[in-house]
C-alpha cells in the first residue's frame, strides 16, 4: 500500500485522548476530516472565542501544508445550549431573544452574520460545510432513536437522558473521576437522573408553557439536548471514525466527554468518533479566562475601534502556541501592531527591488526543497510539524528576512510558503493598510493635512509657539507625528 501523501517530517499533534503528543497518522491515506465546534449565536464572539478558530485554522493551514486534503466541518449553534457547559440553566438563544425582543431566528441570523464577518476580517478559511442545528432536528432524532434503541438512554418527565453507565470509560477525556462525583455538587439534581454525570438527549417543553423553538419527536414536543448536535452533524458530514475534533479547551471537561459518550452509544463499536482530540488554551485577562457571562467582553470591534487592524489580533494569537493560555493586554496588542508592521514594511522593501515579477511556486515547497532553500524549508516544515509551533515558524520568518544572502525572489518565495501557514497576507496587505482609517472623531485626515501644513509654515517663520500648540491640538486628536529628513509624516495613534 502507498503510504499516505505526507510531506517532509512526521507530523506531531497533541492529542487530548491521553494527553500525549503524538505522531497523526490519518484514517484514509492523503485525507482528513476535521470537525470545530462553532459559535452558538446568541451574541458577538469575544476574542477569547475567535482565538479557537485562529487555532483550528492554524491547524487546517497545516495539514494542507503537510499535503493533505482537509474536509473541514464547523456547526452553528443556533438552538438548544444552555446557559452552563453541562447543559443546564435557560436557554441562551431564547434568553437572548426575549431581552432584546426580537425572534430567535433573528437572533441566530443577526450573530451568525456577525461571526463570518470576523472570520472574514481574521482571514480564517471559511468552512467546507457550516451546518447549522435547526437544519438537523430530524437527524438528532434518528440519532436518539438509534441510542434508545441500543439500550443507553431513559426517559424522565423533563427530557430523555443519556445512562454514561451504559459506555465504557466514561469521561476519559476530562480524566474525570466519576466515582469520587456528588450529585447535585453544582447544580439541582434532576429527578429521576440515575447518575449526575448523565445528561439531556432532549428537552421536552414545559407543560405550561411553549418554546420559541420547538419539534415534535417520540419524547414529546421539545427540543434537542446542546451536545447532541455535534455527534450528529459530525457523523454526518465526515463518517465515523473521522480524524480530528477540535474545541476550545473547556470543552474537554463536558461536551466532548458527552459527544464521545454518544458516539460510543450510536456507533456501538467503542470507538470514540474522532481519533484526535485537539484544544486550544484560553485567553485569559488578568487571572480570569474571558468569557460571555462576565458581562463586558472584548470583541474584534473593541479592537477596530481602537484603531488596530483584525490581523493584528491574528499575529498575537500566533506568537504563543495554542495550547499556552495566552495574557491578553492592550501593551501585547499595540506590540503585536509594531511586529507586525515592520514585517510588513520589510516585505513592501523585497517586493519593491522585485519589481512587480511573479513570485515563483507560492504554493508548493516540494519542488525547490532540494536546492539552496532546502534548510530554510525544513526549518519551516519542522516548526509546523511540531504540534503547530507557530512562534517557532515566526522566529524563522524573521531569521530569513533579515538573511542578507537570499536573492530576492528566494526571500519572497519563503514569505509566500510562511504565509500558507500563518495566513497574514504577508505579500498583499501593507504597512499603510495597518494604519487606522477613522471616520468619526475630533479631525478628519484633511483637517490633519491642513494642520500639519500650517505647523510647516510656523516653523519656518520660527513662531515656534503655533508649531508648539498646533502639535499639541494634533496629539489630543490622537495623530502622531513624525519630523524626518524628507518632511513630515504623521499616522492616527492606535490602541
Ligand atoms: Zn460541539
Not at 31 to 52: E, I, Q
Not at 246 to 275: C, F, K, S, W
Request: with cysteine; proline share 5%; charged share 20%.
Amino acid at each position: 500500500m502507498k503510504a499516505p501523501s505526507m510531506r517532509g517530517a512526521p507530523l506531531s499533534l497533541f492529542n487530548s485522548m491521553g494527553r500525549q503528543l503524538g505522531p497523526f497518522t490519518p484514517l484514509s491515506p492523503g485525507k482528513v476530516g476535521l470537525y470545530s465546534c462553532g459559535p452558538t449565536v446568541y451574541n458577538y464572539a469575544h476574542l477569547g472565542n475567535l482565538r479557537a478558530y485562529v487555532f483550528t485554522d492554524t491547524l487546517r493551514r497545516v495539514l494542507r501544508f503537510k499535503g493533505y486534503d482537509v474536509t473541514h466541518v464547523m456547526n452553528i449553534t443556533d438552538v438548544g445550549h444552555l446557559t452552563s457547559d453541562a447543559d443546564e440553566g435557560e436557554d441562551k438563544m431564547e434568553k437572548a431573544a426575549s431581552a432584546q425582543k426580537k425572534s430567535v431566528w433573528d437572533i441566530a441570523r443577526h450573530f451568525t452574520d456577525a461571526f463570518l464577518a470576523d472570520m472574514d476580517a481574521l482571514n480564517i478559511l471559511p468552512p467546507h460545510q457550516q451546518p447549522k442545528a435547526t437544519d438537523h432536528i430530524d437527524g438528532m432524532i434518528a440519532f436518539n432513536q438509534r441510542l434508545t434503541d441500543n439500550g443507553h438512554t431513559y426517559e424522565l418527565a423533563d427530557g430523555l437522558y443519556f445512562d454514561t453507565h451504559t459506555v465504557p470509560d466514561y469521561g476519559k477525556l476530562a480524566m474525570l473521576d466519576v466515582d469520587g462525583m456528588q450529585a447535585g455538587a453544582r447544580v439541582a439534581v434532576t429527578e429521576g437522573k440515575r447518575h449526575p454525570t448523565d445528561f439531556c438527549l432532549w428537552r421536552k417543553s414545559p407543560t405550561d408553557s411553549t418554546r420559541l423553538m420547538e419539534w415534535d419527536s417520540p419524547w414529546g414536543v421539545g427540543a434537542p439536548g446542546w451536545h447532541l448536535e455535534c455527534s450528529q452533524m459530525s457523523i454526518e458530514y465526515l463518517g465515523a471514525p473521522f480524524d480530528i475534533h477540535t474545541g476550545g479547551i473547556d470543552h474537554r471537561q463536558v461536551h466532548h466527554v458527552n459527544e464521545i459518550a454518544q458516539n460510543m452509544g450510536y456507533l456501538g463499536d467503542g470507538a470514540p468518533g474522532a481519533g484526535t482530540w485537539m484544544h486550544n488554551e484560553f485567553l485569559v485577562v488578568g487571572a480570569d479566562k474571558m468569557s460571555k457571562s462576565a458581562g463586558g467582553f472584548l470583541r474584534l470591534l473593541t479592537l477596530t475601534e481602537k484603531g488596530f487592524h483584525p490581523l493584528v489580533y491574528r499575529y498575537f494569537c500566533l506568537q504563543a502556541s495554542y495550547r499556552k493560555p495566552l495574557e491578553f493586554n492592550w501593551d501585547a496588542i499595540a506590540a503585536a501592531h509594531n511586529g507586525l508592521k515592520r514585517l510588513y514594511l520589510r516585505i513592501e522593501e523585497l517586493l519593491a527591488q522585485h519589481g512587480g515579477a511573479e513570485i515563483s511556486a507560492k504554493g508548493d515547497w516540494q519542488p525547490r526543497c532540494d536546492g539552496p532553500l532546502k534548510p530554510r524549508i525544513e526549518a519551516l516544515d519542522g516548526a509546523v510539524s511540531d504540534d503547530l509551533n507557530t512562534p517557532k515558524v515566526m522566529a524563522n520568518l524573521n531569521q530569513l528576512l533579515a538573511d542578507n544572502s537570499l536573492s530576492t525572489d528566494d526571500a519572497l518565495y519563503l514569505v509566500a510558503l510562511h504565509d500558507r501557514v500563518l495566513g497574514l497576507n504577508l505579500l498583499t496587505t501593507t504597512a499603510a493598510d495597518l494604519q487606522p482609517q477613522r471616520t468619526s472623531g475630533p479631525l478628519s485626515a484633511e483637517q490633519v493635512a491642513v494642520l500639519i501644513a500650517e505647523r510647516l509654515t510656523a516653523r519656518k517663520d520660527k513662531d515656534f509657539a503655533r508649531s508648539d500648540a498646533i502639535r499639541d491640538e494634533l496629539n489630543a486628536a490622537g495623530v502622531v507625528i513624525k519630523d524626518g529628513p524628507e518632511g513630515t509624516t504623521w499616522e492616527w495613534q492606535v490602541g
